[in-house]
């Protein structure tokens, strides 16, 4: 991005409360898709940490050893690019002294991993892939149950509401499609499936006409999107409904329900299951969506509520470390931080070493969505 852009890229959240000290305030970068395909997710993630550190802020800031601190976030879009991701990365260590991060893709956690162990900070990451986190590294909290977690439980639910058993699987051509497509098939073919086929597209493509038609020419009973953005999942159901596809479709790598009917309409996507990370239903989900539909104009994507849940345990831990300049003290408060509750009321735990060799990750409760006359509704539980 070029220099002059970075200002008008980097939107930063503060109050101006007596008695605060601008070199003492807890700064928390958001690098994220703004812009693009995965815009919804992103500005999902920036509202949570903005809404957090209001709640902080607007309680006299947040309590370090009898201190009162002020919480400030600092936004920057990747536009889904790890060369992106990496030059934010830098400006919010080097310029804007940032110490916590949220990042959301696979590829830009890779990118800065090396980086971040050795600045002495702290991420909060998004990313699926299991190369991420290992017992090796220290500064790598990811902020949510994965489909290492939930896949098998979603397609035992499947398995017993869907008929069929032949899927194709069609995924992104990147380290999150990558590694979510070998999840995937070892949890259908557990469950008795058969993955006729493992298609990947670029993540810029619009035609997925030739995709489509030789997917479709193997008779799949449904078709699983896996972690396609919710924009082009619904650009993808629509133009396989044109091509005459009349069987299931599922998208189990991620919310976006509400956009994937926005782009494909209604009828197109009626049935589709999904990961859900909000139940529409919740009172408390309901009252924070008002609140983003207030501040932007739309509903949010449920992508909002682990990102909120998580900065709400990162500044739990940092008060409970008494030394936010250390993101090793910090990482290891999360595991008194937790358990706590979420803001749907589930309880969240902190592990990860049966997967990870590590506990670094924060366990969510997930929920199965089905599309039903253009709303997105749950219809189980998965962990």
């Not at 947040?62 to 919480?71: E, F, S, T, W, Y």
């Not at 409904?241 to 599922?250: D, I, P, T």
């Not at 329900?257 to 309409?265: L, N, Y």
Request: proline fraction near 5%; hydrophobic fraction near 45%; aromatic fraction near 8%.
């Amino acid at each position: 991005m070029p220099a002059r852009s970075w200002m008008a890229g980097a939107i930063v959240l503060s109050f101006a409360f007596p008695g605060y000290a601008t070199a003492q305030a807890i700064k928390i970068g958001v690098i994220g898709m703004m812009t693009g395909p995965g815009a919804a997710w992103g500005i999902a993630a920036a509202e949570a940490a903005r809404f957090a550190a209001e709640e902080a802020n607007a309680a006299g800031g947040l309590d370090v050893n009898g201190a009162k601190r002020k919480v400030e976030v600092i936004v920057y879009d990747d536009q889904y690019k790890a060369s992106e991701s990496l030059a934010a990365y830098n400006r919010l260590v080097n310029e804007d002294g940032a110490k916590f991060f949220m990042t959301m893709s696979s590829a830009a956690m890779l990118a800065m991993t090396q980086d971040v162990e050795r600045d002495n900070v702290l991420v909060l990451t998004g990313s699926y892939s299991r190369k991420v986190i290992n017992a090796d590294i220290k500064h790598i909290i990811r902020m949510y149950s994965t489909p290492t977690e939930y896949m098998e439980g979603a397609i035992r639910w499947m398995k017993g509401n869907l008929p069929g058993k032949r899927v194709a699987i069609v995924n992104p051509n990147d380290e999150t499609g990558w590694d979510i497509t070998d999840v995937s098939a070892r949890g259908f073919a557990k469950e008795g499936y058969e993955v006729i086929t493992r298609e990947l597209y670029d993540r810029t493509q619009k035609d997925f006409q030739p995709l489509l038609t030789r997917v479709i020419a193997m008779q799949p009973d449904f078709i699983e999107l896996g972690s396609s953005s919710p924009a082009l999942a619904g650009l993808i159901v629509r133009q396989a409904r044109e091509l005459g596809y009349k069987n299931a479709f599922s998208a189990l790598g991620g919310p976006g329900p509400r956009e994937i009917v926005a782009a494909a309409g209604a009828a197109a996507a009626e049935g589709m299951v999904n990961i859900l990370y909000a139940d529409p239903a919740n009172k408390a989900y309901q009252e924070l969506s008002e609140r983003f539909q207030k501040k932007i104009g739309q509903p949010p994507n449920e992508f909002i509520v682990p990102c909120y849940d998580s900065v709400k345990v990162l500044l739990k831990a940092i008060s409970l470390s008494g030394d936010p300049d250390n993101a090793e003290k910090v990482a290891g408060a999360f595991a008194k931080a937790l358990p706590m509750k979420s803001l749907q009321g589930q309880d969240l735990s902190f592990g990860g070493k049966s997967t990870m060799g590590t506990d670094a990750q924060i366990m969510t409760v997930n929920y199965i969505g089905q599309i039903r006359n253009g709303q997105p509704v749950a219809v189980g539980v998965t962990k």
